[in-house]
């Protein structure tokens, strides 16, 4: 802290970071955005000459070393998560880290590890939890409108939306495809909705059947297609302990009708519902309706700032965290065994 204020630093300052975790960091008073690391010499450029950022260093070691920051923001690719999040805590900082969480469930687990040994906050930035449908949703399914939620059907599928840059589609930085980038997003919202069950056991398969191909064109421009060494479409079947299950497919190409398809469908004993913006369906008075939500009346907020400003919270107030690191365990065991599965062809159980 200095004169009062919460110091940030963040490790990697690219697209995520400079759009709207830097603009939800500055939009809060008792906060200041002290350093960056980045080893691109124009993003460090930038941060100094556009943004007036003080510290800029190529290697994270360096800005880790600038005892007064409180919180590091890591907005690096997936397979920096875990390297940074550890140096991070050991460096006695709070930790908000851009999801995945990270790359498998070995590295997860060491974080929360080293979290709890350096007794500092640690959570993935799922910003879509902080949506008003996720949060409108969640409070309908935490008063029992659904029941018990036992089955979900889980889409993160774009038609030709597929990103360009290596920190998705180059396996040594990204982690893996489609599901890393998108599926964990609305795995990680699906999995909060059913009540954060234990996984039992999953199932899957990925595909990259389209991405290699000069003929696809996507809506972003090029990609490398020699380098391109990610799935593009991958698909799991996942059991939990209690008798709930869940389909999770994802995709950065898929021939199919819609543009894109980012949506969940809960099944549940006393209702059921298509998020973000789907009626309730339910049996009143001996008759299935179906229920119009109104959440166009519900204020809106800018996800990721909403994040940012509970992550700090927590911080300052010692709470925990509402995106705990023990849920983003088994979202990215989840992810992890789909890989394996597909790999070995058999189903991984826990
Ligand atoms: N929540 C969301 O909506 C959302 C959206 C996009 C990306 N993301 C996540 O944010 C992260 C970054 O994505 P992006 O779109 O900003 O990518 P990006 O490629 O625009 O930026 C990544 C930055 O990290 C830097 N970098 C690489 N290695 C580094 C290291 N060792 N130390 C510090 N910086 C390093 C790169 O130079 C680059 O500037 C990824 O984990 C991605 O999954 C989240």
Redesign the pocket.
Known sequence: MKNGKYLIGF??????????HYSGWKKLPDVEVFGI????EA?RKFAKDELGIKYVFE??EDLLKIEEIDIID?????A??F??TIASLKAGKHVLC???LAISKKEVEGMIKEAKKAKKKLMA????RFMKESVALKRLIDNGELGEIYFAVAYALRRRHL?T????IDKS??GGGPM??IG??ILDLTYWFMGCPKVHSVKGITFTKLAKRKDIKGLWGEWDREKYNVEDFASGFVRFYDDKALNLTCSFLANMEKIDDFSTTLFGTEGGIKWPNGKLAKEKNGILQDIELKLDVLPNVAP?HEEIRVFLECVKEDKEVPVKPEESLEVIKILEAIYISSETGKEVIF
Not at 74 to 78: D, E, G, M, W
């Open positions: 490790i990697g300052f690219g697209g995520i970071a400079r759009g709207p690391s980045d080893p691109s993003v290697n994270y890591i907005c690096a690719p997936n920096i998560h390297p940074a851009e999801k995945p930035a799922q910003h879509m990103p840059s290596p920190t998705f930085l990204s890393f980038d964990v997003h990721h």
